[in-house]
C-alpha cells in the first residue's frame, strides 16, 4: 500500500511537471513557426508592397532587429509631426519615386550569402537598375538589421542623424522665400 502512494505521488508529480513545461516548449513551437528564411522575409517586403512610413509597430517587429526597428519608429514618428525626416526616399527600392508596373509592384531577383548572412536584391527600376544588400542577424529568427545601398551608404547610418524640428517662423520663411522665387 506505501508502495503504490510512492508511485501515485512520483506519477502525479511527473504530470505536474510535464504539465508545467508545456507551455515553455509549445512557446518555442510557435516562435519558430513565425520565422521564416532570410530570402522569404525580404520577399515578404516586395510581396506586401511595405512602404517605410505606413510599418506597424508590427511589422517592425516582423522584419527588422530590435535597435533598427526603434529608429525605424523615431523615424515614422518624425514623419508625423513638423520635423525635418532622416529619409526622403523608398527604403525598399533606393529611390524617390518608384516607377513600376502596379500589378505587381518590384519583383527583384533574390539571393542569399550564408557567408556574409547578406540577402542581395536586384531589379530595375526604370532603366536604372538597383542592388541592395540586407544584412541580417544571426540565431535561429533572422531580422534585418541594416540595407545598405549602392554609393556607401546604409539605413543604419541614415537613422542615426537628428532631426530636427521646423519652427512656424522657418517654414514660413521657406514658403515665403519659395513664393518669391516662383515669380
Known amino acids: 500500500m506505501r508502495q503504490?502512494?510512492?508511485y501515485r505521488l512520483f506519477g502525479f508529480g511527473a504530470a505536474i511537471?510535464?504539465?508545467a513545461c508545456q507551455p515553455a516548449e509549445q512557446k518555442v513551437q510557435e516562435q519558430s513557426q513565425k520565422c521564416v528564411a532570410p530570402e522569404k522575409l525580404?520577399?515578404?517586403i516586395y510581396?506586401?508592397?511595405l512602404k517605410l512610413h505606413a510599418l506597424s509597430k508590427d511589422q517592425l517587429a516582423a522584419y527588422f532587429e530590435p535597435s533598427l526597428a526603434e529608429r525605424m519608429q523615431a523615424e515614422i514618428n518624425c514623419k508625423q509631426s513638423q520635423q525635418v525626416c532622416n529619409v526622403d526616399f523608398d527604403i525598399f527600392t533606393d529611390s524617390q519615386d518608384p516607377q513600376q508596373d502596379s500589378k505587381k509592384g518590384v519583383q527583384p531577383k533574390l539571393s542569399f550569402d550564408e557567408n556574409k548572412n547578406v540577402v542581395r536584391a536586384e531589379f530595375k527600376i526604370g532603366d536604372e537598375a538597383k542592388v541592395l544588400n540586407y544584412e541580417?542577424?544571426?540565431g535561429?529568427?533572422?531580422?534585418?538589421k541594416n540595407i545598405v545601398y549602392a554609393g556607401d551608404y546604409d539605413l543604419d547610418m541614415i537613422l542615426s542623424n537628428p532631426t530636427e524640428m521646423i519652427e512656424d517662423s522657418e517654414m514660413f520663411d521657406a514658403n515665403a522665400a519659395s513664393d518669391s522665387t516662383a515669380q
Do not use: A, N, P, Y
Not at 140 to 144: G, L, Q, V, Y
Open 47 to 49: 510581396d506586401q508592397e
Open 17 to 19: 511537471f510535464l504539465t
Open 136 to 138: 541580417m542577424s544571426g
Open 4 to 6: 503504490m502512494t510512492i
Open 140 to 144: 535561429d529568427c533572422s531580422k534585418i
Open 42 to 44: 525580404v520577399k515578404q
